[in-house]
């Protein structure tokens, strides 16, 4: 899915001249003050100003939000027509989405100080060069793209694949000596592939190892043969898949000169069978999630959901009777027709709140009223003597989820703002509130619209995930393993200590501005590492989660973004709780979070005026070096994230099952997936390959409930062609690929069989797990056994949630392992398994306060003798669901049926746990054990 | 809050919606009735609230604090029930039902004519009272399921057969096709007419008739909410035994005279001893040794087309907790079940044969929290649903199968 843009925009990308690139190394793009129009093209200063192109954003209040896009993503945000501007580039430049909320005029106040700065460091070579911009210098002219365009006009029918016989002489190194070692590609084959992360930053992750060509070297044996594109796809030499990990282990490996065939995949045929249609769909969703992200509507997405009622408001109860009308309104949204009716009603909400709690002493949560037939369910939040409200339609949103959302909500604003009180109550915030509200009604109500991700079947998972993810108290976190981990934790720490140059303190003789508190470190919406306290990132969290940014991560290669605000952490600014000495005082500091975007990482800090660092004073703006410094850890942490990636498709998790293999639905189907060539030679090198026996059960009346065949043969509901093509696109994710891999490493071999286990075990491929013990040593049984959940001889897991609030987290299987599970009962299956678990955890959050309100009152036996009679406290809550295919059309025969648990277990000590666990009926599981497994060793 | 104490009140209101008049207002703290404790202003606003609502096409349905929920209903525009609890694991389903089934018990008294033409307020409220009684019982914590489940909690009497047969003699006998046999408001046996009976009357005769004080005979007259809520019945009972009581539903025919006491005798004389085994059955509700597991603490069966439930917290009596913690856990846990997981209104249109939903529930189950850790789970086969409520040593992963065993076992009864 390499999407070449070029390729889709011939016409408007004229040859480029070899000679133009000296000048782009540097090359600053500057939005102008009118450029929050999307479209809008800033013309390119090619001088080697320092100052940072964000700077110009940065709001009159010192906040900012500054969003570029990566060169793809935002190809796809601009008329076709403008890149015709950009002549003389070779690369595609880099268009800048600024979010323009204030008049710039009034920006000029802080300005110059902030360029001050810049400018004394710049003259001192203090700044860090911005390296990342020169990318394609070292690497010689690519221009060639005009050749590649004459060729382009003679192809009408392309094959997929295409072999080309090219002449190697490697004897050619000796003469070439001065260059870095790695570049053999480039030097033998004269093809040039950049793994330098500009060009990084436009291929899909998923890919990202994929060889695509992006250039060709004049006189290269590659260009001479005239049959390589740029846009191809590297995927053989001599019949040996290669991906840019191994590919300079192969090339170095041919002896002497000799031709040696490469075979490509096409990118012009690739693009047309498979990309392009899909590519036009996800787009659409991006312009809108970008749209929404910078506060400008995406009308379609906007006018729809003007239909169904919802609102919010905050309304004071004090009434001044000689006061204007509508005066006790401080703020509501949105102003439609719809919700026009729930605001005219709000004398009902503002009568039940002061009523019902002179009459039962406790304060309203919520109320049900019908309104054009539709129920809508209305959150209350009392205050004070204020009273926030938001109304749902109950179809929509669950009440127990409404209360979770508005909870959720006034804690993020009390994290932006402070109070309610100085979030709604001043009026230079309606705009930002209204933005935020935007979104979080978006989010409620189209929430398929807005998780868009890689692919449909990711974003699907989202969809269905976020009712129950989206409000709990923790952060979605990926276990690493050590020495990656530590690498993590290092770049970080180095961070944090903040002993950089710019900012020692003797250096300059003054006083730091800031003290870095803490960062927490997020990859596609993981989080990987924090070194925060639990609730500091947890708001953040939730701060991320309310604009949407996890998703955006997620999805799009994130060009640059930077987000700076004051923020109020409630663990920070809770009032000392006594006058003893000894214990740590919080400083009266002011606090700032910072959050740098850079490809699918996003690195938060948390920063501390006053205190040890100088006071702030009025409203500061970033600081450059701040910036820098977390940018220059991003950029520090780029080579690692292919083994993130490692980890979010074999995550260490537990192995999950598809529901569908357990519905075993014979499919004419199947044999069509057995002759895919590569299938066939994915079970080639694999010994565990079915047994015929195996596949006589399959496609016999095979019954699951037969418990000792693993119903492992993949059939049901995920289309054959679905699959091949998943397999297809990405053949080093093979698990033979993985295994030459780490044989050639020479790693651990515990760690790499572990993986190659895992591997198998996720894939579509029919492997029974039993078997994969006879593979393993005795000694990777007890690793082996960590991986499985469930008891009973075959993997019956389907699905896990686990949340610890010792630490904030929560770990679920990746969108990779559930895309890699596919099958359409299966995404089934999750949908209903998280709409189950939020009911059950409104049942543990009403266990929860009763142990909250015990404990308060100090827990008095009499107390618990006296609610016998409730259904509380609940530890443990199993729901048996029962599922068959869809659209069943054998009439004579009644549809297969299989049947699975959802099981939810609290832990109330030390701290709570919860675990959700979905899990085939054919084994009895006992939920304790399952979690004792499944939280061992989860720690941060 | 505990159960018994005195924070646990329920709040019953009724007004007249269009002169915001209330009707009564009835008070229940603890299980037992109490005076009623809302100033008017409340009951004032909590009108005017719902009222206000109404006026802009917006219909209030419940709010919720912490603790308490509060519902509101209106019936036919005329009448305004609003009630207001802070009992513990109160629902609003559990509220609803209430409220439809007090509606229910003023239509059967007065007749549906009178609630929704009021000419005379005063009158009105006079001629409420007689249903005070049976109101009352609803907000309390009655042994009966019936006005939670909506289905007719029965009893399995030892020798059925015999009964039944002689029910349907005597009601041929007395011309009558609605005769009932009730101990402490179950059904024993019933006529086949009697079973065609409308949903909210069937449960409520039976519940009317254990809520009046106990007399050797009555004629009562009675409107059928769902079947004739404008002309009024005779409800006729004679007691055959202490808590064992005959009723019949019929017009003008017969005379209460007519069922004199030979009559009865040269039916019922010779099933005396069989009718004596009846008497102890009211809350144990199946026959004396009938085989149940030893773990079981309590059982709810519904039967949810017939309508028919089981509901019994006798076995293992000796053990904790309570028969009235029982009871009440297992409704809550009906409440919670029905609210949440399985379709609250399966009601008889949705057969085996229909459209299968992709995901559909089937059995649930929770265990309470440290120190008590009773089990509770239900399952539903068929139209039968069966809830149980298990000791702390059962183990949890064999609820199911234990819950399977029970309702096969259970399933020739109902």
């Known amino acids: 899915m390499m999407a070449d843009p070029a390729w889709r925009d011939p016409s408007g990308r004229p040859a480029e001249l070899p000679g133009d690139l000296s000048s782009q190394e540097e090359e600053e793009e500057e939005a102008d003050a009118e450029a929050s129009d999307l479209s809008s093209c800033s013309s390119a200063s090619s001088d080697t100003d320092l100052e940072p192109e964000w700077l110009d954003s940065v709001q009159r209040n010192g906040e900012l939000f500054y969003l570029e896009l990566s060169e793809d993503e935002e190809e796809s945000l601009l008329p076709e027509t403008q890149t015709v501007n950009h002549v003389n580039h070779v690369r595609f430049s880099e268009k800048e989405v600024i979010i323009e909320e204030d008049d710039p005029r009034e920006r000029k106040k802080y300005e110059p100080k902030l360029k001050r700065f810049t400018k004394i460091l710049k003259s001192k070579r203090l700044l860090p060069k911005r390296n990342h ?45 001065a260059r870095e070692p790695l570049k053999l590609l480039e030097v033998l084959v004269g093809i040039i592939h950049q793994t330098k992360w500009s060009w990084r930053r436009s291929g899909k992750q998923a890919d990202g190892e994929r060889l695509v060509v992006h250039g060709l070297l004049p006189g290269g044996s590659a260009m001479k043969s005239g049959q390589v594109l740029v846009g191809d796809v590297l995927v053989a030499v001599n019949d040996v898949e290669v991906t840019s990990e191994n590919i300079e282990r192969v090339l170095s490996c041919i002896p002497g000169p000799m ?57 004071t109860l004090q009434i001044h009777s000689e006061a204007a009308r509508e005066e006790e309104i401080l703020y509501h949204y949105p102003v439609s027709e719809a919700s026009q009716k729930l605001k005219s009603v709000r004398g009902i909400f503002l009568t039940l709140c002061d009523m019902l709690e002179s009459v039962t002493g406790t304060q309203v949560t919520s109320s049900s009223l019908h309104l054009n037939g539709k129920q809508i369910h209305v959150a209350y939040l009392k205050e004070s003597d204020k009273l926030l409200l938001i109304g749902l339609p109950a179809e929509e949103v669950p009440l127990p989820q409404l209360r979770n959302m508005i909870e959720d909500a006034a804690q993020t604003l009390k994290f932006m703002y402070g109070s309610l009180d100085s979030a709604f109550c001043q009026v230079e915030n309606a705009p930002r509130l209204d933005h935020f509200f935007s979104l979080f009604f978006k989010r409620a109500l189209q929430p398929d619209k807005f998780y868009v991700s890689a692919s449909p079947s990711a974003q699907q998972y989202d969809a269905a995930s976020a009712v129950l993810l989206d409000n709990l108290p923790g952060v979605r976190w990926l276990a690493l393993p050590q020495e990656l981990k530590v690498e993590l934790d290092t770049a970080l720490s180095d961070l944090e200590a903040a002993d950089f140059a710019e900012l020692s303190e003797d250096y300059y003789d003054m006083r730091r501005l800031y003290t870095i508190l803490g960062s927490s470190l997020f990859y596609k919406g993981y989080l990987v590492c924090s070194h925060l306290p639990k609730d500091d990132v947890v708001e953040i969290a939730a701060y991320c989660r309310q604009y949407c940014l996890l998703p955006l991560a997620a999805k799009q290669r994130i060009g640059q973004l930077i987000i700076w605000r004051e923020v109020f952490p409630r663990y920070h600014l809770q009032p000392p709780t006594g006058s003893d000495t000894e214990v740590f005082q919080e400083p009266e500091g002011r606090y700032f979070l910072l959050i740098v975007g850079l490809r699918h990482y996003m690195l938060c800090v948390l920063l501390e005026a006053g205190g040890c660092a100088s006071k702030a004073i009025g409203t500061p703006g970033p600081d450059c070096i701040y910036v820098d410094q977390v940018k220059a850890t991003l950029h520090q942490l780029e080579g690692i994230d292919s083994r993130i990636e490692e980890q979010l498709a074999t995550p260490l998790g537990p192995c999950l099952s598809c529901a569908d293999w357990f519905l075993a639905v014979p499919r004419e189907k199947a044999d069509g997936l057995t002759t895919s060539p590569i299938l066939s030679r994915l079970q080639g090198p694999s010994k565990t390959a079915t047994s015929p026996t195996c596949r006589r059960t399959f496609f016999s009346d095979y019954s699951f409930k037969a418990r000792k065949p693993s119903p492992s043969r993949s059939s049901g509901g995920c289309e054959p062609g679905e699959r091949g093509e998943g397999v297809g696109l990405s053949p080093h994710t093979t698990p033979d690929a993985v295994r030459k891999q780490r044989e050639s490493d020479g790693s651990d071999d515990n760690v790499a069989l572990l993986k190659l286990t895992r591997k198998k075990s996720t894939l579509p491929n029919p492997f029974h797990l039993g078997n994969l013990k006879k593979e393993l040593s005795e000694n990777d049984l007890e690793v082996y056994n960590m991986v499985k959940l469930t008891s009973g001889p075959e993997n019956t ?30 995404s089934q299956l999750i949908k209903n398994f998280h709409q189950c678990c939020l009911s059950i955890r409104a049942i543990f959050q009403q266990t929860l306060k009763e142990e909250k309100k015990k404990a308060l009152s100090g827990g008095g036996d009499s107390e618990s003798a006296n609610s016998l009679s409730s259904l509380t406290p609940v530890k443990e809550h199993g729901v048996l669901f029962e599922c068959s295919p869809e659209n069943w059309t054998d009439q004579k025969k009644a549809p297969p049926v299989m ?26 599981e006992i939920a304790i054990e399952m979690a004792f497994k499944l939280f061992f060793g989860l720690t941060l | 809050m505990g159960d018994e104490g005195p924070g646990s009140t329920v709040h019953l209101l009724c007004l007249a919606a269009s002169s915001g ?27 005017g609230v719902h009222m206000f609502g109404q006026n802009l096409d917006v219909q209030l349905n419940s709010a919720r604090t912490e603790d308490t929920t509060v519902v509101w209903k209106s019936f036919h525009d005329s009448i305004t029930l609003i009630v207001l609890s802070n009992e513990e694991g109160t629902s609003e389903l559990r509220l609803e039902r209430m409220l439809h089934m007090v509606f229910a018990a003023m239509v059967l008294i007065v007749g549906l004519e009178e609630l929704t033409n009021i000419r005379n307020v005063e009158r009105l409220k006079k001629e409420l009272r007689a249903s005070y009684c049976l109101i009352d019982s609803f907000l309390g914590h009655s042994e009966l399921s019936g006005d939670l489940t909506q289905c007719v909690d029965c009893v399995i009497p030892p020798e059925g057969a015999l009964m039944q047969e002689t029910l349907s003699g005597f009601a041929e006998a007395t011309g009558t096709a609605f005769v009932s046999l009730l101990v402490s408001g179950r059904v024993v046996a019933a006529t086949e007419g009697w079973w065609r009976l409308g949903m909210p009357e069937a449960v409520l005769i039976p519940w009317l008739v254990g809520s009046l004080p106990p007399q050797a005979a009555r004629d009562y007259p009675v409107y059928l909410p769902h079947g004739s809520p404008t002309v009024p019945h005779r409800l006729l009972t004679l007691t055959l035994l202490r808590g064992l009581e005959l009723c019949l539903l019929c017009g003008p025919r017969p005379p209460l005279s007519q069922l004199d006491p030979q009559l009865l005798d040269r039916w019922w004389q010779p099933l005396l001893e069989p009718l004596r085994a009846c008497l102890p059955l009211g809350p144990r509700a199946l026959p004396d040794g009938f085989p149940l597991h030893s773990d079981i603490l309590g059982l709810l069966l519904l039967h949810l087309e017939l309508r028919r439930c089981l509901f019994t917290v006798e076995p293992s009596k000796d053990k904790e907790p309570s028969p009235e913690q029982r009871r009440r856990l297992l409704r809550n846990f009906y409440t919670l079940v029905a609210s949440t997981h399985f379709p609250p209104e399966p009601g008889p249109a949705e057969k085996e044969d229909a459209v299968h939903p992709a995901q559909t529930p089937r059995a649930c189950y929770l265990v309470l929290g440290p120190g008590t850790g009773w089990q509770l789970v239900a399952l539903q086969l068929g139209l039968r649903l069966l809830l149980l409520m298990l000791s702390p040593q059962s183990p949890t992963h064999g609820l199911r199968s234990l819950a399977t065993h029970t309702l096969q076992a259970l399933t020739p009864l109902l």
């Open chain 1, 133 to 177: 911009k020169k990318n394609s210098n070292d690497s010689g002219p690519v221009s060639i793209l005009k050749h590649r365009s004459n060729q382009k006009t003679g192809l009408t029918v392309q094959q997929r694949y295409k072999d080309v016989m090219v002449y190697i002489n490697p004897k050619k190194l000796t003469v070439i000596k």
């Open chain 1, 259 to 315: 031709q040696v065939k490469l075979t490509f995949e096409n990118a012009y045929a690739v693009k047309k069978e498979t990309a392009q249609p899909k590519k036009k769909k996800t787009q659409a969703c991006t312009n809108d999630l970008v749209k929404l992200l910078c506060g400008l509507e995406a009308d379609g997405v906007q006018q729809s959901a003007l239909d169904v009622p919802h609102i919010t408001m905050y309304l």
């Open chain 1, 797 to 826: 897991l389907f699905h896990y949630v686990a949340l610890e609030t010792m630490q904030g987290i929560f770990i679920t299987p990746t969108h990779e392992e559930v895309a890699q599970l596919g099958g359409s009962i299966h």
């Open chain 1, 899 to 924: 049947c699975y648990w959802v099981v939810g277990r609290l832990f109330l000590h030390p701290k709570p746990q919860e675990l959700y666990v979905c899990f085939h009926d054919s084994v009895s």
């Open chain 2, 21 to 47: 008049v209330p009707l009564f207002c009835r008070s229940s703290s603890g299980g037992a009735p109490s005076r009623p404790q809302l100033p008017f202003s409340v009951i004032g606003s909590l009108n």
